[in-house]
């Protein structure tokens, strides 16, 4: 039986990454974690240094990540050592980092708030994405979950959770499998959706200074997303963002956002203006910070009815913190 942390695998000549200036590092855990890691890095548009922490060597044979972290499967005082000077060094000159796992898993709910407590203690930026259990789990997993969920709260500047419930009504019709697929592409969504925001590759730009100004010590968030093209654009895409089916509670009440607008060079003053305005009226806050910037990105929405429709595609994402009530 393995009773301490171990880096199973280092890529040694990796090149440290780093998005505009900024170190970021996206950290799986547990199966779903992995899950996720192997997701983003089959991409090319995220850039982080990627890490997975498991008890299952399997799981970690198979990850992509950069770094690999075994840890024992029995939480001793040696495990949580281990894990902690392990997760140190790979902490070390991180801007940002990014907590993904499951709280219904053992090692996601146990690892999780050790590498939070690190990290925050580092003064490093500390986002958690966590998944919530379906309620047709047994009661020991929604335990855990709630546990892992409420210590996540005092150790991370911020955590954003993905509703299983929520996505097994949405998509009722399909096999259990599916619905961790989608769940596994919300985690990819959230985190792309902020680092977006770090590129600056639009008219109005957002350095890391503005984003840590509202993610910091902001506690529970909630967030949503929406994408349109063709006529009307701008406020379809909004509306989505704002209904969006995966948020715990509407972001009435919000006193920070953190915005996101993507779309080609197309856009206009007038519907970045009118995306703005749609989300301050929403909060009934009218002491709002609202921080948002844009992304150019020629794309098409997918499944358009319209295959003609001129225009690019509009897509909204948002982030919404620091509530009153």
Avoid at 204 to 229: E, P
Avoid at 271 to 286: F, M
Wanted: net charge positive.
């Amino acid at each position: 039986m393995w009773d301490i942390a171990e880096c199973v695998e280092e890529k040694s000549d990796i090149k440290k990454k780093t998005l505009n200036g900024v170190k970021i590092k996206i950290i799986g855990i547990g199966e779903t974690g992995n899950n996720v890691i192997n997701k983003m890095t089959a991409r090319q548009d995220i850039r982080a240094d990627f890490i997975t922490v498991d008890t299952e060597k399997s799981n970690l044979d198979n990850s992509k990540a950069d770094t690999k972290i075994f840890v024992s499967s029995m939480i001793s005082y040696e495990a949580v050592e281990g894990l902690k000077k392990q997760i140190k060094k790979e902490m070390e000159k991180a801007d940002m980092v990014f907590i993904i796992a499951e709280m219904a898993e053992r090692t996601g709910a146990f690892a999780s708030a050790v590498i939070a407590e690190i990290a925050k203690t580092m003064g490093i930026l500390t986002v958690a994405v966590v998944s919530s259990p379906f309620k047709s789990e047994t009661s020991n997993k929604i335990k855990l979950a709630k546990k892992g969920k409420k210590k996540l709260k005092h150790l991370t500047d911020t955590i954003i959770v993905i509703p299983y419930q929520k996505l097994k009504e949405l998509y009722k019709e399909n096999p259990a499998i599916n619905i961790y697929e989608k769940a596994e592409k919300a985690f990819v969504i959230i985190v792309k959706g902020i680092l977006d925001l770090i590129k600056k590759q639009g008219i109005v730009n957002l350095d890391f200074a503005d984003i840590k100004s509202i993610l910091q010590n902001s506690g529970k968030t909630v967030l949503g997303f929406g994408k349109a093209d063709g006529e009307d654009r701008a406020k379809k895409a909004v509306e989505q963002a704002l209904n969006t089916p995966l948020l715990e509670r509407s972001i009435k009440g919000a006193g920070k956002i953190l915005m996101n607008i993507t779309s080609g060079n197309d856009i206009r003053l007038e519907e970045i203006s009118q995306i703005a305005t749609a989300v301050a009226k929403s909060t009934e806050n009218p002491d709002l910070f609202l921080a948002w910037g844009t992304v150019f990105e020629e794309t098409k929405c997918r499944n358009s009815e319209d295959f003609e429709q001129k225009g690019s595609c509009v897509k909204v994402y948002l982030i919404a913190t620091d509530f009153r009530n």
